[in-house]
């Protein structure tokens, strides 16, 4: 079945500078690949997602792209503030199965 | 407000006793999920319901039920709890059972002694 691994686990930025996590996914098959940001104490909540047909989206300050032949897809964050302080999950999945989560990455922002 | 509610948020209890963490959405979503996170494993899926009367094993069923009478509810019970269930447990639900978002609730932390 998918694996899904997601790097690095922690990363700490200054303000203003650009975060980037990383995940790498196991089945060429996968054609969706959401993000979710969770906040201290919440769910997680969906904060972009991307179809194996894009190669990248964007929105404000965050962008996913996606490299189906090395099967893996990032997040970027730019111009970071310390309310982007959170742990950023990855997801993959194809028609039929369940999203698989990566472990997760906690961002720590600092002004 | 459209949404989606868990309770209780936080709960204890011991283990053998059974427990019931309840889930309800508004949105009429007709999938319904739920997941267990824990530290080094990020999220993983118990059951989840494709519609009402509809549910299926997700990654870890052992030792939970769940049921779906209505599509709004979707309780998960713990028919005797043990100290490896010790967790927090999110539900979500979604138009769909892959490739399409999923909406999570803020969570239960359950704690068994």
Not at chain 1, 88 to 103: E, M, N, Q, R, V
């Amino acid at each position: 079945g998918e694996n899904v691994e997601q790097h690095p686990s922690t990363l700490s930025v200054q303000e203003g500078d650009s975060a980037v996590i990383k995940c790498t996914y196991s089945d060429s098959a996968s054609n969706y690949f959401p993000w979710y940001k969770q906040e201290l104490g919440k769910g997680p909540q969906l904060i972009i997602d991307i179809r194996s047909n894009v190669g990248e989206k964007k929105d404000q300050r965050i962008a996913v792209t996606l490299n189906k032949t090395a099967k893996h897809f990032s997040l970027h964050i730019t111009e970071t503030q310390p309310e982007d302080s959170a742990v950023y999950f990855c997801a993959a999945s194809k028609a039929g199965t369940a999203l698989i989560f990566g472990k997760g990455t906690t961002l720590s922002v600092s002004s | 407000d459209a949404g989606i509610t868990q309770s209780p948020r936080y709960k204890i209890t011991e283990t053998g006793r059974q427990v019931t963490l309840m889930c309800h959405q508004t949105w009429s979503h007709s999938y319904m999920f739920w997941y267990r996170q824990d530290l080094g494993h990020g999220l993983r899926l118990i059951y989840y319901s494709a519609a009402a009367d509809i549910t299926d094993k997700g990654e870890v069923p052992d030792g939970y039920v769940v049921s779906r009478s209505k599509t709004e509810n979707f309780p998960l019970t713990l028919e005797s709890a043990t100290r490896s269930q010790t967790s927090v447990y999110f539900c979500a639900s979604s138009t769909g059972y892959s490739n399409q978002p999923q909406h999570f609730g803020d969570g239960t932390r359950l704690s068994i002694l």
